[in-house]
């Protein structure tokens, strides 16, 4: 039996275009600096990141809402082993904060040393625009501390 010649490996990349319309004023937020959640005109429920339509109730009638951005950390790991799609950052550490608001957040966590993380710090979730043009958001430590 003859063995089957073996292909050189090619890097295969995958776009998806997810529709944003009903969600647009929460990346020109960012992008303007500010931080949206959604609020449900129906039942009241506070979402971040925001939704286009309530989980609880179904509804599509939803407000939006400027937060504050304030928060405190509840949990928080390092990343040290990255998937293949963060392979180019070095190790980061992500954060779950409250926000003041009730509605918990997943950002990075960025500006602090990790042996300063604990669990209860106050943190500020921030917009930010990636090297690359990419609109995001990450949390800073409430209190700039000297590094």
Known sequence: ??????LPSRRLEISYNIPISR???????LREGKIYGTKCRRCGKLYFPPVADCGECYSSEMDWVELSGEGEIVTFTHIIVRPTSFQDQQPYTVAIAQLK???KALAWLKDVKRKDIKVG???KLVPRVSED???TYEFRPAEK???
């Open 23 to 29: 969600t647009k004023k929460f990346w020109d937020g």
């Open 145 to 147: 501390r000297e590094y």
């Open 133 to 135: 043009g990419r609109v």
């Open 121 to 123: 710090m106050k943190v």
């Open 101 to 103: 608001e009730g509605v």
């Open 1 to 6: 039996m003859s063995e089957m010649p073996t």
